[in-house]
């Protein structure tokens, strides 16, 4: 016996121009992760070049990407929060306060 379900889809309460918004945030956010790719593959290069550079470079990249990436990880949070309750009026309600 196969039983199926009706879903009732789910108004969703962002406007395009918050969605417009989001995704520029995300794009932002794989910027970021692009030059971080770079900054990885420099430090690789400078490693077989110079053993002392590399790892001074390494060890301001750590506190660069540390820094870098709480950020990321709070902007993605909030993206995801709106995402996910895009169909809740109180709780997007309470992010423009």
Not at 83 to 88: E, H, P, Q, R
């Amino acid at each position: 016996m196969t039983s199926t379900k009706k879903t009732q889809a789910q108004p969703v309460l962002l406007s395009a121009s918050n969605l417009k918004e989001l995704g520029s945030e995300l794009t932002g956010i794989m910027n970021i992760l692009s030059m971080n790719n770079l900054a990885l593959e420099g430090l690789e290069f400078a490693q077989d070049k110079d053993t002392a550079v590399a790892l001074w470079q390494a060890k301001k990249y750590n506190e660069v990407a540390y820094t870098q990436n709480e950020k990321i990880i709070n902007k993605l949070d909030k993206i995801a929060f709106r995402l996910l309750n895009s169909d809740n009026a109180e709780e997007l309600e309470g992010l423009d306060k």
